[in-house]
């Protein structure tokens, strides 16, 4: 007898009241079923038609994710009997299955995140992790394959970052990146035909929206070096705040990894977090306070300049990304009070740094070298970062015209 297949719901409820959508394998009258990872309420669900109904939201994706799950089975079936086996729904069941690779987005997107882990990109994962998530809690499952990832889908997933989490344009920009990021691996895996992709320029566009930078001027900085009445805490975080200033926006990260045998010469060598790359910058007058500030904990010339990391677990990048991350949250804390103190009024946290001497800088430093001090590795990187604070030619051209 020949066997078939069928979408069906089960009558197995979950807690929101929910049934299960199952692929219905018989043979020789015995059934078996092999659940898609969806549930629909049961109005919802034309028993005739083994469709969605369009009282659902999702009736056209989840409709059509059926109607390629059936064809894949019937393909499937079809090979199988070419075989000339007598094979039980069990079986059939088990050979469509049991070997199958892995084909979610979720599978893929695991094995992403785990390559970022054995890779130590600590912060790249724990950003990538939460933006994982936001897919699966969207879809409601962790079923989800990479065709019903389509343009509807992630117009849709676009508002309910937007309406759920209140995120930014940019930020709702780089879930899509992890998206995508995933589809391309997944294509490179033969999971998934490059013909259904749906980023491009006429389908779902990646663009970083422009973004004002905020950094402190001459006066916000020059009232943050010199504010009195500080506790301790507040002192240090204004510090590494300055410290990061000094040597044009170091992250905090890179501050507080740096050792006593880093300087020499008169000057600081280190290597970046971010890219690994190795730099020597020339130790300002300015910052030789503040190394001289923390000389008393000095324990030997590979001894950590900062307190942070001199009790983590060197052979952990756990560890240490974890105590770096408080420790840049409790800076970041402590630089509201000296904002309050130091009058202030721009929010200031440990990245600003960053921005404040991008700010500084203005038009006086030539762009081959504030990218030397900004350490990126594309051009294009330190014009559009500097964009955001060179306005004399805009401000110049105005006046010239209204100026009458």
């Known amino acids: 007898m020949a066997s078939n297949a069928k979408i069906v719901v089960r009558k197995k409820v979950n807690k929101e009241g929910l049934y299960p959508l199952a ?40 409709n059509n994710l059926l109607a390629t799950k059936l064809l894949e089975v019937n393909k499937a079936l079809v090979d199988l009997q070419s075989e000339k086996k007598d094979y039980s729904a069990n ?53 989800l394959t990479f065709p019903e990832i389509d343009e509807q889908f992630l117009r849709k997933f676009k508002i309910y970052l937007k309406k759920e989490f209140k995120l930014s344009d940019r930020s709702i920009v780089n879930n899509l990146v992890v998206i995508r990021t995933i589809y391309n691996r997944a294509i490179k895996m033969n999971l998934v035909d490059r013909k259904l992709y749906p980023f491009g320029s006429d389908k779902i566009r990646i663009k970083f929206p422009e973004t004002e930078k905020i950094g402190l001027n001459k006066k916000d900085v020059v ?66 306070s503040i190394l001289e500030y923390y000389k008393s904990t000095k324990c030997s010339d590979n001894d950590f300049v900062f307190p942070e990391l001199k009790k983590a677990d060197l052979d952990d990048a756990k560890d240490v990304y974890t105590k770096t991350k408080t420790a840049t949250k409790k800076f970041n804390k402590y630089l509201v009070e000296v904002a309050k103190k130091a009058k202030v009024k721009k929010k200031v946290t440990m990245h600003i740094a960053r921005h404040s001497f991008g700010n500084l800088s203005e038009d006086k430093i030539p762009i081959k070298m504030l990218q ?33």
């Open 23 to 62: 692929i219905r394998i018989t043979k020789n009258r015995k059934s078996t079923y092999h659940y898609i990872g969806h549930y629909v309420d049961l109005q919802d669900w034309d028993e005739n038609k083994s469709r969605v109904r369009k009282s659902n939201t999702n009736s056209v994706r989840l």
């Open 91 to 143: 079986q059939i069941k088990e050979s469509l299955y049991s070997e199958s690779k892995s084909s979610t987005f979720y599978d893929v997107a695991n094995d992403f995140l785990f390559e970022l882990e054995e890779n130590n990109k600590l912060a790249q994962l724990s950003a990538d992790k939460v933006r994982v998530n936001h897919v699966i809690n969207f879809n409601k499952s962790k079923q």
């Open 223 to 288: 009232a943050f070096e010199t504010v009195k009445n500080l506790t301790d805490s507040e002192t240090h975080a204004r510090n590494i705040w300055l410290f990061s200033f000094y040597f044009a926006g170091i992250r905090a990260a890179d501050v507080l990894e740096i050792r006593w045998s880093d300087i020499y010469d008169e000057r600081l060598h280190y290597r970046m977090n971010k890219n690994s790359k190795l730099l020597s910058l020339k130790i300002p007058e300015k910052a030789l």
């Open 372 to 404: 030397k001090l900004y350490r990126h590795s594309d051009l294009k990187t330190t014009i559009s970062y500097q964009a955001n604070f060179i306005h004399k030619d805009a401000d110049d051209a105005l006046d010239s015209v209204i100026n009458f």
